[in-house]
């Protein structure tokens, strides 16, 4: 197997401003996690700056001009009361954006079996026509959509097991039925959308968990509820909103997981690829706020991608 890691040094340049939790050292923690020798075989890779054009597929032109009017030649400017932005958040955002179309033309190309891409600002709560929950751009949004347009796919699949509901990604897919979204994440929370009962065209699947519900339940809904779906979908090419804020560790929710569940719920994710997509996978980096916890989970999710 060959895992493709995409990243870029613009990534760390998105300022948040001091104590808040998207901060540049979530970068440096995962890509120090990844500098280990066990990882010595990927295939590393700079993500290039996306083209408006495949940010404009999800996100409205209007919209993106919003967005960057925000940016500040100098010090912070404010989308939102968590979503900050600052003179290097521009070019993160669209390198961010893509890293994911790349690693999408890589996969597809054979130049890799799948992708991680450790990327910031994080992307699934940016809906079509609203920036938001620190995210910019939707960045697996914009992947799938490229992987239906530029390469003729029918059928793109988001799996999400960030602790938050991904909010954006199912505003930008509910009403297509070749695009398919699954969400796994702590209910109640941050952004308070994600219930059971919410089916969008028949594409849409969520698997909210309680408060200190821990492996079992994560499992469980994964098993029951979340691979099923995905099966029944038949994806030609499966994205992952990799979260690892439901670690036990992490500071701003109450779920807990343990890094061996990211690396099960990779690999079970891999086996539904292979079945209708060839085996391709890539992920995007989403939440995760207590370092250590953020470095181990990225560490068995892309042990999981490298084992295939």
């Not at 925000?70 to 521009?90: C, F, K, N, R, Y």
């Not at 033309?105 to 994080?122: I, L, S, Y």
């Not at 929950?133 to 029918?154: D, I, K, Y």
């Not at 979908?233 to 701003?252: K, M, N, Q, T, Y």
Request: charged share 20%; proline share 6%; with cysteine.
């Amino acid at each position: 197997m060959t895992t493709l890691l995409f990243s870029h040094p613009a990534c760390a340049e998105h300022d948040t401003g001091p104590g808040h939790p998207e901060r540049p050292s979530r970068l440096a923690a995962v890509l120090e996690a990844l500098a280990e020798p066990e990882f010595g075989g990927l295939v590393r890779r700079d993500a290039p700056r996306a083209d408006r054009e495949m940010i404009e597929r999800i996100h409205p032109a209007w919209f993106v001009d919003r967005v960057l009017a925000a940016i500040p030649e100098t010090g912070l400017g404010h989308i939102d009361g968590d979503t900050q932005v600052s003179p290097g958040s521009e070019e993160a955002a669209f390198r961010a954006a893509g890293a994911v179309v790349a690693a999408v033309d890589a996969v597809m190309a054979g130049e890799g079996d799948n992708a991680f891409c450790a990327v910031r600002p994080p992307g699934h709560h940016a809906e079509p026509d609203r920036a938001m929950g620190f995210c910019l751009f939707n960045n697996v949004a914009v992947g799938a959509a490229h992987a239906r347009e530029a390469h003729g796919l029918a059928r793109a699949a988001v799996v999400d097991f960030d602790v938050h509901h991904g909010n954006g990604t199912e505003a930008a897919f509910d009403r297509d039925g070749s695009y398919f979204y699954a969400s796994t994440h702590q209910m109640p929370l941050y952004p308070g959308t994600g219930h059971s009962t919410d089916r969008g065209v028949g594409n849409i699947v969520n698997a909210p968990l309680p408060p200190r519900a821990g492996s079992d339940q994560f499992r469980q809904a994964m098993t029951d509820t979340v691979l099923p779906a995905l099966d029944s979908f038949r994806p030609e090419f499966v994205f992952i909103s990799a979260g690892f804020d439901a670690h036990h560790a992490d500071p701003l929710a109450l779920l807990e997981l343990h890094d061996d569940d990211y690396e099960w719920a990779t690999a079970e994710i891999l086996s539904v690829a292979r079945s209708h997509a060839g085996g391709r996978v890539v992920s995007s980096l989403e939440g995760g706020y207590d370092l250590a916890a953020l470095a181990k989970c990225s560490a068995a999710h892309v042990r999981a991608l490298m084992a295939g």
